[in-house]
């Protein structure tokens, strides 16, 4: 009985050596983030809502500046939904757009309109980063100092 314990406990913990270490946005990465957002967003003189998701899409921080519209809440969330979800940027989708491709806008999630970044590290999705409040490409700055500040850029 004792060696079949043990054996089971042998192939156990080869197996989870095996196991893929995954990254993932923590506090520090996000703090980082929002600061370098908030910086430019400041530097441009221009008050936005910020927000990060995660890889699934799932909310992690949120920020609306004081002057912000409301509805910038929304699309804030979805430009960063659509560059973690969709691996780009979300200008990709607002040029499908231009492009005649209507029918883009029944991928789930897809939100044509450029603000929204991948957070991409060593070629793994993290999650995505997005401004909104400003015109579009201000929007993609503000997320581009974002990534920036992670990435010592």
């Known amino acids: 009985m004792f060696k079949v ?3 089971l406990g042998l192939i156990a913990t080869a197996y989870a050596a095996e196991l ?3 990254k993932y946005l923590n506090l520090a990465a996000i703090k980082t983030m929002v ?3 908030e910086a430019k967003a400041k ?3 221009v008050e936005v809502t910020i927000c990060i998701v995660d890889e699934s899409g799932n909310l992690l921080f949120l920020e609306k500046a004081d002057k912000a519209t409301l509805n910038t809440i929304q699309f804030a969330q979805r430009k960063a939904r659509h560059a973690a979800f969709y691996r780009s940027p979300s200008k990709d989708g607002a040029d499908a757009m231009k492009k005649g491709s209507a029918d883009v ?3 789930p999630d ?6 929204g970044l991948p957070i991409m590290v060593d070629g793994q999705v993290l999650g995505g980063i997005a401004a909104s409040g400003a015109k579009s490409e201000i929007d993609e ?3 581009q100092a974002g990534l ?3 990435l010592k850029k």
């Open 110 to 115: 897809f939100f044509p309109n450029q603000g």
């Open 43 to 45: 530097e441009l003189n």
């Open 5 to 7: 314990i043990a054996l």
């Open 105 to 107: 806008l029944a991928f």
């Open 141 to 143: 700055a503000i997320s």
């Open 148 to 150: 920036d500040a992670l």
């Open 20 to 22: 893929p270490s995954k």
């Open 35 to 37: 600061a370098g957002a």
